[in-house]
């Protein structure tokens, strides 16, 4: 078997050799910015989709909590049952007469 003898790399050889690792460098760079799905740009939109998903699901806690009291009060509170049946569905108690003076008709003269 033939041994190789190590000789220092020529001038020529080291820029050649600098300019593949630069290139390579770019090219991995340029494939962790951009490359589709795993690239920092994919992973800042995934980080800002979280935080919105995260704020809206708070939002939406709130407001479980909020009719959850309100079904509880509707169950319990007979005057609040009464006034949402008055005022969101028109409902009268026996021998009650609504008068509706917001359509005025005109009179002819």
């Given at each position: 078997m033939s041994r190789q003898e190590?000789?220092?790399?020529?001038?020529?050889?080291?820029?050649?050799?600098?300019?593949?690792i630069i290139l390579?460098?770019?090219?991995?760079a340029l494939l962790l910015l951009f490359f589709p799905g795993r690239s920092l740009l994919s992973y800042h939109r995934m980080q800002n989709e979280l935080a919105r998903l995260a704020e809206r699901n708070q939002a939406l806690e709130k407001r479980n909590q909020e009719l959850a009291a309100e079904i509880e009060r509707l169950k319990t509170d007979d005057a609040y049952l009464e006034e949402v049946a008055r005022k969101k569905y028109g409902l009268l108690r026996d021998?009650?007469?609504?008068?509706d003076f917001s359509r005025r008709s005109k009179q002819k003269k």
């Open positions: 190590y000789r220092p790399l020529t001038r020529q050889e080291k820029k050649r050799l600098r300019r593949f390579i460098s770019v090219v991995v021998n009650e007469e609504v008068y």
